[in-house]
């Protein structure tokens, strides 16, 4: 698998987004970088540039016949190869904001479960499926146009599902790189890991202005008026806060945060001895900003970790009626995951399939 990937053009995520470009110099440089300095480049810009300024807009899909077949010389022959995050955003953004997943192709069947629990709650609409290759791209693009997305470059998506892999670490690592382009194009997100579900509309729970929300991984349980900042450090010097579901605004401070985010990423690089994930450097962010950034812990009891959920059945008759995502961590494996979401009434993907706005994978 390593030498396929160091055949590929694949360029470092860091250096790709550090530093980031200004959102209005970002997408022309995408499709230009993927077309050699011919004479044929100066005839494809001309296509870009109509095929931008086509109508991708208000529900309009870009099924363009000339873009269609002009889209076969370059790396890629998805027709969405050229659609750019800012026309995505536009396309699917509500009221300034969206709801991001970030999934590769063995992610699919868990991306259609959490969308069916989001649909149940009316949400569907403003999501964007930030896809990590051109087969997910595809696939959620051709059943529900428009709401997925990819930001290059293409990372190997067969090592990406192995948590604490190099290809996990990679894949997770690109999360606060999207996140803080989406901030940039002016956007509220937010971010769900799709081993997720909804049991209410998170929305509800954004209380106040406040730059960033968050939830707690740990599963040591508190009283239901816990303070909503940033819990204190625990054994390992940090707190343990969970990337897995985050609320951004727009804002100065919540850009900031993204950045240290990115930063500590660079600083604690990826070994194999460490099997590190981006969740450490999410909380040393936060931790090291939190003096100059609004940052807001969402109740525990709305956001429980699975830790919690899943192993506390006295907790969970306490706060019945409260929970309002359940996610399915403290667990590993695909089919370990699947079991327990069964378990639990919460696999809705095999006889609900029909409320996914994809149907049935
Ligand atoms: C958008 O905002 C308006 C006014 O604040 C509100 O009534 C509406 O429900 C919002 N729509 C969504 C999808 O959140
Ligand atoms: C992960 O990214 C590094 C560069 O940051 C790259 O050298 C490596 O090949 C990538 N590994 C995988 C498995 O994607
Ligand atoms: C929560 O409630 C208890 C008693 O009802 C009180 O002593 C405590 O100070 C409260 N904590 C917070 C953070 O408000
Ligand atoms: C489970 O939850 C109950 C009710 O909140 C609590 O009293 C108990 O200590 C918890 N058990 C464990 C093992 O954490």
Not at 163 to 177: M, V
Not at 224 to 251: A, E, Q, V
Request: charged share 20%.
């Amino acid at each position: 698998m390593s030498h396929v990937l160091h055949q590929r053009p694949l360029q470092n995520p860091f250096s790709n987004s550090f530093p980031f470009s200004p959102p209005s110099s970002s997408n022309p440089k995408r499709p230009i970088s993927l077309f050699t300095p011919t004479t044929l480049l100066t005839l494809l810009l001309l296509l870009i540039i109509i095929g931008t300024l086509c109508p991708y807009y208000a529900g309009l899909i870009p099924q363009n016949t000339i873009f269609s077949s002009f889209s076969k010389p370059s790396l890629s022959s998805s027709k969405w190869a050229h659609y750019t995050l800012d026309q995505a955003l536009s396309f699917a953004a509500k009221n300034g904001s969206v709801i991001v997943c970030i999934v590769s192709q063995p992610y699919l069947p868990f991306l259609n479960n959490w969308l069916i629990s989001v649909a149940r709650h009316k949400r569907e609409g403003m999501v964007l499926v930030i896809a990590e290759d051109y087969a997910s791209l595809e696939k959620v693009n051709q059943r529900w146009p428009g709401h997925a997305v990819l930001i290059p470059p293409v990372l190997d998506a067969e090592d990406a599902h192995k948590f604490g892999s190099k290809g996990f670490f990679n894949f997770t690592a690109r999360r606060p790189s999207h996140l803080l382009k989406i901030l940039e194009l002016g956007y509220n997100v937010m971010y769900n890991d799709v081993d997720m579900v909804w049991l209410a509309d998170p929305f509800a729970k954004l209380e106040g202005n406040h730059d960033v929300y968050f939830t707690d991984d740990m599963t040591a349980i508190k009283p239901l008026n816990h303070s909503h900042d940033l819990p204190p450090p625990g054994k390992k010097g940090r707190p343990y806060i969970c990337s897995c579901m985050i609320f951004l605004r727009p804002t100065d401070g919540a850009k900031l945060v993204l950045k240290k985010w990115l930063e500590e990423l660079q600083l604690q690089p990826w070994s194999r001895a460490k099997k590190s994930n981006d969740q450490p450097a999410f909380n040393w962010a936060l931790m090291k900003t939190a003096k100059e950034v609004d940052l807001y812990l969402l109740p525990q009891a709305a956001f429980p970790t699975g830790g919690l959920y899943f192993k506390n059945k006295t907790w969970v008759k306490e706060t019945k009626g409260k929970h309002v995502i359940i996610h399915n961590n403290y667990i590993v494996g695909f089919e370990k995951k699947i079991k327990r979401f069964r378990d639990y009434g919460l696999w809705l993907a095999d006889d609900h399939a029909e409320e996914s706005p994809l149907g049935r994978l």
